[in-house]
């Protein structure tokens, strides 16, 4: 398994923006050719759901119809970290955010079944 570990969580306004980060060590993505990184979320009394996903080497990018034109995925090949940039943050967008590394996977095959690995979690809270 790859470690993960997450940053940039914190309490920001309805319409603000935050960029949380995942940090990956352990191994390296670019070894495989099919290997994906996502972003799941957990709000409070709701199982966790996926949220976006990118793919290791090509970069192609999958989100939830939730999320899709504020949230941007993207990820630095040479230093293994994934970003999930939000903008126009609404209140349901509260939760605990997590990052997952799925080995040879998709982004669409990391939406089915997310990978074994997992971050410890950042909390996102948006609240006037």
């Known amino acids: 398994q790859v470690q993960l570990v997450e940053s940039g969580g914190g309490l920001v306004q309805p319409g603000g923006s935050l960029r949380l980060s995942c940090a990956a060590s352990?191994?390296?993505?670019?070894?495989?050719?099919?290997?994906?990184m996502a972003w799941y979320r957990q709000a409070p009394e709701k199982e966790r759901q996926f949220v976006a996903a990118?793919?290791?080497?090509?970069?192609?990018?999958l989100y939830t119809d939730s999320v899709n034109g504020r949230f941007t995925i993207s990820r630095d090949y040479a230093n293994t970290m994934v970003y999930l940039q939000m903008n126009s943050l609404k209140p349901e967008d509260t939760a605990v955010y997590y990052c997952?590394?799925?080995?040879?996977?998709?982004?669409?095959?990391?939406?089915?079944?997310?990978?074994?690995?997992w971050g410890q979690g950042t909390q996102v809270t948006v609240s006037p």
């Open positions: 352990g191994d390296s993505f670019s070894r495989f050719s099919r290997s994906a």
């Open positions: 997952n590394a799925r080995y040879l996977g998709t982004p669409q095959a990391i939406r089915v079944t997310a990978g074994d690995s």
């Open positions: 990118i793919s290791w080497s090509g970069g192609d990018t």
